[in-house]
Nanobody
Framework: QLQASGGGLVQAGGSLRLSCAASGRTSSIGGMGWFRQAPGKEREFVVRISRSGGNTAYTDSVKGRFTISRDNAKNTVYLQMNSLKLEDTANYYC?????????????????WGQGTKVTVSS
């Protein structure tokens, strides 16, 4: 089970940190990722991190602004979001796959959190 938190309302240029805590069969969790879905749009890949935390990959629109990290001792993944833009407004979902490194395809993820809403205002 994945539990996402940390969303909220922030002004453009501001920052938020999302968290995703895993519980239950955490030994089944390998790589993890964050996706987002804006109103009226399809869910899109944002960032992924390997099981070890040594590899990360970001979608172009968030490079240099977002940073993913994980604390395996706490079974938690974090998404630090800086310099937020209006277009970052969306529901953010954390997800996990069983492999050490997940793909960008949401169909490859076995576990999903419930989503946390991020709203960026002008």
């Amino acid at each position: 089970q994945l539990q996402a938190s940390g969303g909220g309302l922030v002004q453009a240029g501001g920052s938020l940190r999302l968290s995703c805590a895993a519980s239950g069969r955490t030994s089944s969790i390998g790589g993890m990722g964050w996706f987002r879905q804006a109103p009226g749009k399809e869910r899109e890949f944002v960032v992924r991190i390997s099981r070890s935390g040594g590899n990360t990959a970001y979608t172009d629109s968030v490079k240099g602004r977002f940073t993913i990290s994980r604390d395996n001792a706490k079974n938690t993944v974090y998404l630090q979001m800086n310099s937020l833009k209006l277009e970052d407004t969306a529901n953010y979902y954390c997800a996990a796959c069983s492999e050490a490194w997940c793909s960008v395809n949401p169909n490859n993820y076995n576990f999903w959190g419930q989503g946390t809403k991020v709203t960026v205002s002008s």
